[in-house]
């Protein structure tokens, strides 16, 4: 473990050592490669500094006196001298108020004087413009008096410069030292290789732009040589410089040398073994952040090593490594260490990407829903920036009281309305808020307030429909659990009736002194009893099949009207014997549809047997069957025998029946039977009750 660490920290450091070389070669390269002293970019520019000074402050120095008489002073200008501390009254008034309390005949009389200038200030352009020359006057005599320091400076710091110029137009030469001499540097002016001219100099005064432009931009062409002898490279005031440039060439070199020596060294290290930089918990965690967290992070770890590194060159080139920043090399170190951990965790996405696990991803999509109710997002866009420069103002009038003029009527007009209205609908959705936690917590409570038509109302309005939806699940699920126990006690009484006589009759057929036409009695009881008991499980488990669609139909082309009347010639020995008189309209026409008709021939075999046993003796039943509109309506209408009750869909579930008693002989599974049968071929069954009258309507598309 430990010599793995030093490999990678080995590594790491070679590899800032490449670094170091590769920026050296970048930044300093243009200064060093194929380049002498002479040729370097800081020689240059004192060579430029030179020639841009030599001309304004040795050769071609203007007449003081001459750029005097140039001065100029223009009505704009005495306007401005004359009305710069106020009007005449307010600058009356200030001097005796200066002077106030002061008695003594000095005093007075300097005050007298002082009063006297300042009218005639207003009385007198002329006095007025001989006052704004004299301050021009000063400041020309304060512009030459630092172009006499900076000519100073430039001869002491010049000294290694010779030369031997002439002026173009006049003809006048200036020398200074041996041209003849032996020289390391030599630069020649003339038409073939451009004239040397001079430049305006720009002093840090005030108002020095005036005083260049009294002086003007046009200066004379001088040509000739301008020079720097060996004797001065080598031991005269160059001398240091010329050195420091040896010494930062030799380090320029010798960093190059390293890096490559580094190149070399960490391709034999790295060859020798790959297995580099493993770190598994380590790369669990990194996998774990945004795909584009870690891609900014080694990007921004590449960076620091760059900027490290660059702080290592700057030391060693420029400093010849006196001062070597330790931390900075450590912190190269380890950077790069990290950079390479990263590079072995980051290569393994290669080519598997998934962008949706960003974090600029994740900020999108939740952006995103900002404006998914644009009402909301537009006015709380507008809120923001009216409460930014509303803070902005607020902070601007500390600073500038003046805009006060402003942040008031705009705070009263607009900050506080809008301050006004973000407050009450943060107050409106809180109560929204805390009525949707309640309603979380199973309190149904009364329904929110609706106010206006903003999102906040319309959202306060879905909650009451959810509301409402809830409630009604409540009074579906009490339903539920109410028919469920029904159902329980109807199918234990319903399944026990039979159950108990046909033990009851087994118990006494065990009776051996019974006799034969009893026992024949008691074995047609069991019969009846046990068939009972049969109709009522294959009943039960075939509505169940139906309810969980767990039954295949066998659809064919069939003429219901010919099914219908099959029906009821099945039934015609009971329904003559019922007491009750059957109204049949069916008509001759076939009607034809796509059903199963043994499931069918069920559905109408269920209606007619119900309206034998439910429908009260002595009065009509009435079935109809039409076609009309693409569909088959069939009608069964019929006078109830027993209170049907207000929820007559109640009849559908099973083991249901009008005859809450249960004497009769029926299952109560033939109306959920039927309507089971109806939905599974995409129909309708729909029941009314209208006080005893019982009606349902059957429809199914038919065949056109």
Do not use: C
Not at 65 to 86: P, Q, W
Not at 525 to 533: N, T
């Amino acid at each position: 473990m430990k010599k793995s660490i030093l490999k990678n920290i080995l590594l790491s450091l070679l590899a800032v050592m490449m670094v170091l070389a590769f920026i050296t070669l970048i930044r300093d390269g243009g200064n060093y490669i194929g380049k002498n002293y002479f040729d370097s970019d800081g020689f240059e520019a004192e060579v430029s500094s030179f020639e841009s000074s030599i001309v304004s402050l040795i050769l071609a120095v203007p007449d003081i006196e001459e750029i005097k008489k140039n001065i100029t002073v223009s009505a704009e200008e005495i306007d401005e001298h004359r009305y710069r501390f106020g009007s005449l009254q307010d600058q009356l008034d200030s001097i005796v108020s200066q002077y106030e309390g002061r008695t003594d005949e000095a005093s007075i009389a300097e005050r007298n004087k002082k009063m006297e200038d300042i009218t005639k200030n207003f009385e007198d352009n002329v006095h007025v413009a001989d006052k704004v020359r004299l301050e021009k006057e000063k400041q020309v005599d304060e512009y030459f008096l630092a172009l006499e320091r900076r000519k100073n400076e430039f001869i002491n710091y010049g000294d290694g410069f010779i030369y031997s110029l002439k002026n173009e137009e006049t003809g006048e030469e200036f020398t200074r030292g041996d041209l003849d001499s032996k020289l390391a540097y030599k630069k020649e002016y003339s038409s073939k290789s451009n004239y040397l001219r001079g430049n305006v100099i720009n002093e840090n005064i005030d108002n020095s732009w005036y005083v260049q432009n009294l002086i003007g931009y046009s200066f004379p062409q001088f040509e000739g040589t301008i020079a720097i002898s060996e004797a001065s490279i080598m031991n005269g005031d160059r001398a240091d410089s010329y050195q420091y440039f040896k010494k930062q060439e030799r380090f320029f070199y010798g960093i190059l040398i390293l890096g490559a020596l580094a190149t070399i060294a960490f391709t034999f290290v790295w060859r020798k073994d790959k297995s580099h930089f493993q770190n598994e918990e380590g790369k669990r965690k990194y996998h774990s952040l945004p795909i584009d967290v870690q891609w900014v992070l080694f990007f921004i770890s590449i960076f620091i090593v760059f900027a490290a590194t660059n702080e290592l060159r700057i030391s060693i080139l420029h400093y010849y490594g006196a001062d070597i920043p330790i931390f900075m090399l450590i912190i190269a170190i380890l950077t790069t260490t990290f950079v390479f951990y990263q590079w072995e965790w980051v290569k393994e996405g290669f080519g598997h990407i998934d962008w949706r696990k960003s974090l600029v991803y994740s900020w999108f999509k939740s952006l995103e829903g900002f404006f998914l109710k644009r009402t909301i997002g537009v006015q709380t866009l507008i809120m923001l920036i009216v409460i930014f420069f509303w803070g902005f103002g607020t902070l601007l009038t500390l600073v500038q009281p003046f805009a006060l003029i402003v942040w008031v009527p705009a705070t009263i007009l607009i900050g506080i309305p809008v301050l006004v209205f973000l407050l009450s609908r943060m107050a409106y959705l809180n109560r929204i808020i805390m009525k949707t936690e309640e309603m979380a917590r199973g309190v149904i409570g009364n329904e929110i307030e609706v106010r206006g038509k903003s999102p906040i109302a319309e959202h306060a309005a879905s909650l009451n429909g959810l509301r409402n939806r809830i409630k009604s699940s409540h009074s579906e699920q009490a339903k539920s659990e109410r028919l469920k126990t029904e159902l329980i006690t109807n199918v234990s009484h319903d399944l026990r009736t039979p159950l108990t006589s046909i033990i009851t009759y087994t118990d006494l057929l065990k009776n051996p002194s019974i006799t034969d036409e009893e026992r024949a009695s008691y074995i047609a009881i069991l019969d009846k009893k046990s068939m009972r008991l049969k109709t009522l499980i294959e009943d039960l488990f075939e509505v169940s099949k139906m309810a969980t669609g767990n039954i295949e139909l066998d659809k064919r082309k069939v003429d219901l009207t010919q099914l219908l009347q099959q029906a009821i010639a099945e039934h015609q020995e009971d329904i003559d014997k019922s007491g009750l008189e059957y109204r049949v309209a069916i008509g001759t026409k076939p009607i034809m549809s796509y059903v199963d008709g043994q499931k069918w021939w069920r559905v109408l075999d269920n209606l007619i047997i119900n309206t034998l046993k439910y429908a009260l003796p002595n009065t009509r039943v009435y079935i109809n069957l039409d076609q009309i509109d693409g569909e088959a309506i069939f009608v069964v209408k019929n006078i109830a025998k027993y209170e049907l009750g207000n929820d007559v869909n109640e009849l559908t579930e099973r083991f249901k029946r009008a005859d809450t008693s249960r004497h009769t002989e029926g299952s109560g599974l033939g109306l959920a039977i039927a309507q089971s049968i109806v939905d599974l071929h995409g129909g309708s069954l729909r029941m009314e009750v209208d006080g005893d009258l019982f009606k349902v309507t059957v429809k199914i598309a038919v065949i056109v």
